[in-house]
């Protein structure tokens, strides 16, 4: 699944949700990450700009639609594709509400960094997300998931560092508008 950068009106970013300790706690465990390895703590000892390198990728990593991540899971669930194979005998869009509920999916972005043409390092980062829903309305036409709406999203985080947890915490209750539009609609699958 690829998520779009594209900002529509109203957009929220991950980057937006999460307090300034929390992105800093972030970003030390990765820099402590890539001082576990003897070659690359020496280049950012030697070369204080890698170490913004590091921070920038990180922040970059940070910068993503998170509702956009977790409607992943609606995309794929077998019960929201019967609904719509039942509504779709008409042009309208298809409006379904969904009772509590919570999905969960990690990304991993490609943090590397490269020295030159010659020395290169990935950063093994996991971010996994998981949203725990309450009141919502999905708005489906086409077999494409167009917005979400209303209701309620808890989200938490858990970062990972070379497969080991290292953050764990929920960041935020959000208050869904009537109506938050996809940057580009999710096809169901």
């Not at 019960?79 to 379904?96: H, M, N, Q, S, Y």
Request: aromatic fraction near 4%; charged fraction near 25%.
């Amino acid at each position: 699944m690829t998520l779009t950068t594209e900002t529509p009106a109203g957009a929220i970013w991950f980057d937006d949700l999460i307090d300034a300790d929390t992105r800093a706690e972030i970003e030390t465990e990765v820099i402590e990450a890539a001082n576990r390895d003897r070659v690359l703590r020496d280049l950012i000892l030697t070369t204080p700009i890698l170490r913004s390198a590091i921070l920038r990728a990180v922040r970059t990593a940070l910068h993503f639609d998170p509702l956009a991540l977790l409607a992943d899971g609606w995309c794929t669930a077998k019960d929201i594709r019967a609904a719509c194979r039942e509504g779709a005998k008409t042009d309208a869009p298809i409006v379904l509400k969904l009772s509590s509920h919570s999905i969960e999916r990690d990304i991993h972005p490609a943090i590397k960094v490269t020295i030159g043409f010659e020395k290169s390092f990935d950063l093994d980062v996991g971010l996994g997300l998981a949203g725990t829903f309450d009141g919502i309305a999905l708005t489906i036409r086409d077999s494409r998931l167009e917005s979400v709406g209303a209701g309620t999203c808890g989200l938490a985080l858990l970062v990972r560092v070379a497969g080991r947890p290292v953050i764990s915490r929920d960041i935020k209750m959000l208050d869904l508008p009537a109506e938050y539009r996809f940057a580009q609609p999710l096809a169901l699958r």
